[in-house]
């Protein structure tokens, strides 16, 4: 998948993640703001990655503000931002 544009996902409430995907060059770049990152930091990174590889996503920056997020609320919200930045919203 190929990033057109930004997009955002989430929200900065207790138990979210919010998470900001932008086109990067030369890789990924994670920017990680946790409450928590001191115990799952690395985790969550790796959450990130891996979401990204299931994507087929390349050379994005992800700034995530997490304040306890479920691993399964941390792969929706990058999902949903890079489903965006991509153009590929749909309503139902």
Not at 59 to 83: K, M, P, Q, Y
């Amino acid at each position: 998948m190929e990033l057109k544009h930004g997009a955002v996902a989430g929200t900065l409430e207790s138990s979210d993640i919010m998470v900001t995907v932008l086109p990067g060059a030369g890789g990924t770049r994670i920017s990680l703001t946790s409450t928590v990152e001191a115990y799952y930091g690395d985790s969550i990174r790796e959450t990130i990655r891996q979401v990204l590889r299931e994507l087929g996503v390349e050379n994005v920056r992800v700034e995530a503000v997490d304040h306890g997020a479920l691993d399964c609320t941390i792969r929706a919200r990058l999902s949903t931002a890079v489903r965006r930045a991509c153009g590929e919203e749909h309503t139902s």
